[in-house]
Each structure stands twice: as C-alpha cells, then as structure tokens.
C-alpha cells in the first residue's frame, strides 16, 4: 500500500483522536443493472458506484449498446488526461449539453480550435502570478464577510453553501469584472444556478441510443427563468464593463486589451461574455462548495481546528491573514487538499472519445464515453492510506503520487484557474476561521449529492460563534 502519510504530526499524535469519517453514499454490493443506474445516475452521480470500484481499476461496459470505459487506476488516468489527451478532449455530451444554455462556447465545455486558440489566453488571465493582485480583492471581500456574521444574532443558524457561494461571487465578479457584485446580485447568481442544477438532467439518454452529440436540454418554463437570471447578472456585469464602468486590470479588462492586440483571436462580444460567463461560474461555484466541505469537516474534527488556529496565531498573531501569508500557512492549505480530495468539487470527468483506441488492454469505440472519476481515484484503497478518513496531515508531508489525486482535472485541461481558486479558499478559510468558530447544527444529516458540481444536499446549516 503506497503511504501517503510519512509520519503523523505531532498534535495529531498526542492526541490519538477517533477519526472523522466523512458522509458518503453507501457502495452497492452488486453491480446496478442498466435501468437502475439510470434512474440512480439521475438522482446521484456518486451514487453509482460498487464496492470494488474503490480500487485501482479499470474496464468498460455497454449502456444502450453506448461503450462506457472506467479509467481509474493512475495507469489509465495518465494515459486518458496526459498522454492521449488529443483524443479525449471532448467533455461528454451530457456536460455540454448541460451547460451550453449558460457558458455558449467557453473555455470550459469548448474543444478544438476554439479550445486551443482560448486556452493559452485565459490561462495567462488568470495565471498564478496574477493572484497576488487578485489577493487584495479576496481579502477585502472576506473581511466585508466577517462583518457581516459579526452582526447575526449569536446561535442564529444560516446555510454555509449559499453564504460561500455569495462571498465567491463577489471576489469573482471584481477581479472579473472590476466592479461590486453586490448582495441582491450575488444571491440571484446563487439562488439561479442552485434552481438550474435541480432542473437539468443527469443523464442524456439520447447519447446512450446513438446520438454521438446527445440531445439538447429541454428548456422548460423554470429553466428558462433560471437562465435569464443568471444571464442577467452576468450580462449586465459584463456590458457596464465593455461602457467603462468596470475597474482597469480586472480580468475582463485584460481579455479586451488582448483581444485589441490580436483581432484575430476573436474574441467578439460574445466570445468575451461567454469566457468571462465561464470564469465566473466556475471560480465561484467550485471554491463555494470546497469552502462549505472544509466547514463541515473541520467542524467535526476539533483536533485539527486547534492545529489550524495555532498556525494562524504563530505566523499572523492578531492580525488578519493575508494573501502574503498563504505560503507559509500549510495547516490551512492541507485542510482545503484533504477537503478536495474526499469532495472533489467535479468528481466525475467524463470524456467522449474522438477515435477508435486501446486502453489498457481494452478496444475504445470511437464517441465511447471514457471517465476519470476523481470521487473514486481518491478514496482508493491501496492508493491512500485510511481513504475514507479526514487527514490533513497527509498533505504536510509528501504529495500524492502522479494521477492519483486530480481535483482540479490534469494534463492540458488542468483548471486554468487552480491556482486562483486554491489561493482564494486558503485565504478565506484561514480569515473565517481565525474570527469564527463553525459548527454544524447538531441533528444535520450530511449527504453529499452530484448533479453538475458536489454539494450536500439541501445546504449545510451552520452556526458562526466569534472567537473570544
């Protein structure tokens, strides 16, 4: 068993805490047939899954005569995401057709020349050298926060998932956009895009019967609302800009000055809002659930939380926490790793292959759909040590071996934005903690759900006392 944790922390080993073993669905003991991964796939894409699948593995079925092949052994993520990415590129057509209505053509769902021309552009946007700039809007933001909880009433119970989901789009939309979000603003993005997630379906059965690019969403009367909100938002946001009423250096403001430079790679009005629609929904809906995960799991996990506030005390005493600080706090950075690795916040990657292909052994149709399922990958026994328990410590001491830990994707599709992304949830998760202690209310049933991103159903309830 390869041994991710080389020795325990000293803390961690005084104590010999009983360890937290997070929420998860229970795995199936036989293998769901075809009708009942369908319906089960529509409720809960991580409710799928066998006992053995939690282990290094591979292998493929049919569905509706539809190829599915499981890459989930770091010999086969390797091969799928890095050495032959060329060919599997393409995000599955149930991801596509899931998110087209929102994002058109962007970075995200797009491939091919579009992808190429896009991708250099947005990944330089958003590069880590970058994020010291962005680091200043996180910071007030969050603090802007603090305030905020400061004035609930003591004990009063909110839900974490829609407070993080506002406080993140509010640090995307100015480092965006350049311009306040606001809180009207921010809750419509969280209440539209919560409302879109229930709506869309999880499994595009036209795919499974032979339509390579699957079928489009039906866009019902409460998914068009949902759209139009969202559209609202983001539209508006984005013409105040394009007016000159957004601040210089924001990230849209570098994507015209670009596009200005080189017409040809156009990057119309369209093309901008898509790419900025992109980067808004994924920055803030990706770092709002791991922000939500790492409250829940510290809130059960005191041992740790002591961990964390000694780091705090020792490298920022009774000052506020810093983007300058982010490196040296490897306690909050560990604690955010261990959250994405038990709550992915995409836990299944799912491609569709370009052409015919051989992994592992195994004949790949071309248009088969071939998944990375992160969710597994990193529970995997064998892979980890103690999977299913909340360890942060394992990230103080070594990294994952290559391909066995991909929250933000790999290869040439890594996450464009991971290195904003993990900076921003270090930074707020360290402000917040430093001033509040967080607690689940007691009596709340945990349970992790899927449909486009991870989140626990319903929201998690949550209590914010401020640190004497």
């Known amino acids: ?43 809960n894409l991580i409710s799928l899954w066998h006992v053995n699948d939690y282990r290094p593995t591979h292998g493929d079925m049919r569905l509706f005569g539809r190829q599915v092949f499981l890459a989930n052994s770091p010999e086969t993520v390797k091969y799928v995401m890095a050495t032959r990415h060329d060919n599997y590129e393409r ?28 991708r250099p552009l947005v990944s330089d946007i958003v590069h880590k050298n970058r994020v010291p700039a962005f680091g200043l809007t996180m910071e007030a933001v969050t603090l802007s926060f603090v305030e905020r909880w400061r004035a609930r009433p003591a004990g009063e119970p909110f839900n974490a998932l829609t407070e993080m989901a506002e406080l993140t789009a509010e640090i995307i939309s100015r480092a965006v956009f350049g311009n306040e979000l606001g809180a009207r603003a921010a809750h419509d993005v969280v209440d539209a895009f919560t409302r879109y997630q229930g709506l869309i379906d999880n499994f595009n059965i036209g795919y499974f019967l032979g339509a390579n690019e699957g079928l489009p969403v039906f866009r019902g009367p409460r998914l068009r609302r949902s759209v139009a909100q969202l559209d609202r938002v983001i539209d508006k946001v984005v013409t105040d800009h394009l007016e000159g009423r957004g601040e210089h250096d924001s990230m849209l403001d570098l994507l015209v000055k670009r596009q200005q430079k080189s017409p040809d790679l156009g990057l119309d009005v ?59 706090l490897d306690w909050c ?48 026994e064998g892979l980890w040590d103690q999977p299913e328990r909340f360890r942060p410590e394992r990230f103080l001491t070594d990294r994952p071996t290559p391909y066995t830990y991909v929250p933000f994707a790999i290869g040439p599709r890594i996450c464009a934005g991971l290195a904003f992304g993990l900076t921003e949830a270090i930074l707020c998760f360290a402000i917040l903690t430093q001033q509040f202690r967080i607690r689940v209310v007691p009596g709340t049933k945990v349970e992790p759900v899927s449909r486009l991103t991870l989140r626990p159903a319903g929201g998690l309830p949550v209590t914010a006392e401020v640190r004497g």
């Open 270 to 328: 369209s093309a901008l809002r898509n790419e900025a629609a992109t980067i808004f929904m994924a920055g803030h809906e990706t770092t709002a659930g791991v922000l939500t995960w790492a409250w829940y799991l510290i809130s059960n996990a005191p041992w740790v939380e002591e961990a964390v506030l000694a780091e705090l005390d020792r490298v920022c005493g009774s000052r506020t926490p810093t983007v300058d600080d982010v490196a040296q």
């Open 333 to 380: 950075r560990a604690v955010i790793e261990e959250t994405l690795r038990l709550y992915p916040p995409v836990p299944i990657l799912a491609r569709q292959a370009k052409d015919a292909d051989t992994i592992a052994g195994i004949d790949i149709d071309p248009a088969a759909l071939v998944v990375v399922v992160p969710w597994l990958l990193h529970r995997s």
């Open 1 to 43: 068993m390869l041994q991710l944790l080389q020795k325990p922390a000293p803390i961690l080993e005084e104590r010999g805490p009983d360890w937290f073993a997070p929420a998860r669905p229970r795995p199936h003991d036989k293998r769901l047939p075809p009708l009942d991964l369908i319906l089960a796939a529509k409720r």
């Open 91 to 118: 995000k599955s057509p149930q991801m596509r057709r899931a998110l087209e209505n929102l994002l058109g053509d962007g970075l995200f769902i797009s491939d091919g020349e579009t992808w190429r021309r896009r």
